[in-house]
């Protein structure tokens, strides 16, 4: 596709239930991060995605979030028993690291507006 | 020390003016420094990019680095009400597989 494409764009879940957002990055980007962001904050930083190299999950805030990524292409994140302070839009970006410790930009999906009653 | 820091907002500027953020990154070894905006329900876009000391500009736009400060910055000339948004400094971490590290991000406002 033409750039990184999220769904759904819009989900309503109850307290408790596990969510899964999915992200499909530009085709040949071999880096994918996931973040968070809640009303009128920054990015939050949860997860990237590199290439082979192990993902640096230092930003999920609890045991419940995981994500995965099959065959370095289309990335999933869940969130198991979900709060409502789980509320937020989860963004995706994918980028094409670039030549040796270049890097060139990161592009954004639209994201997920999650909404847990 | 964080990361990426850039300077705290909200920065508000009458029109015409130039608005001026700031941005600072620990990582000596970063290469790559990229400028987003971001409007409000909206997802981060790039404006501008920069990988050698000095300045470069596009448009209204000037992004200027420092690599020995460790310092790079992004001048908004004309300002117009348009400008109004989040703007967001990222860094790329080479000692962290090239992850790009986001700064919290600065809020303009643009006063007619």
């Known amino acids: 596709g033409a750039g990184v494409s999220q769904s759904p764009s819009n989900k309503v879940t109850e307290k408790g239930k596990d969510v899964e957002l999915r992200c499909d990055p530009i085709?040949?980007?071999?880096?994918l991060y996931w973040y968070r962001q809640s009303l009128g904050q920054g990015l939050e930083f949860l997860i990237y995605?590199?290439?082979?190299?192990?993902?640096?999950k230092s930003g999920l805030p609890s045991d419940r979030f995981s994500a995965e990524r099959t065959g370095g292409s289309v990335s999933t994140l869940t969130i198991q028993r979900t709060q409502q302070e789980d509320s937020a839009v989860y963004l995706c970006?994918?980028?094409?690291?670039?030549?040796?410790?270049?890097?060139?930009?990161?592009?954004f999906g639209q994201g997920t507006r999650l909404t847990v009653v | 020390q964080k990361e990426v820091e850039q300077n705290s907002g909200p920065l508000s500027v009458p029109e015409g003016a130039i608005a001026s953020l700031n941005c600072t990154y620990s990582?000596?070894?970063?290469?790559?420094f990229f400028w987003y905006r971001q409007y409000s329900g909206k997802s981060p876009e790039l404006i501008m990019s920069?990988?050698?000391?000095g300045d470069k500009e596009d448009g209204r736009f000037t992004a200027q680095l420092n690599k020995a400060s460790q310092y790079v910055s992004l001048l908004i000339r004309d300002s117009q009400p348009s400008d109004s948004a989040t703007y967001l400094c990222?860094?790329?971490?080479?000692?962290?597989?090239?992850?790009?590290?986001f700064g919290a991000g600065t809020t303009v406002t643009v006063r007619a």
């Open positions: 085709s040949g980007h071999t880096a």
């Open positions: 995605f590199q290439g082979n190299s192990a993902p640096d």
């Open positions: 990222a860094v790329n971490l080479p000692s962290y597989d090239y992850k790009l590290s």
């Open positions: 990582d000596r070894v970063s290469q790559s």
């Open positions: 970006a994918s980028s094409w690291p670039g030549q040796g410790i270049m890097n060139t930009e990161a592009f």
């Open positions: 920069i990988y050698s000391n």
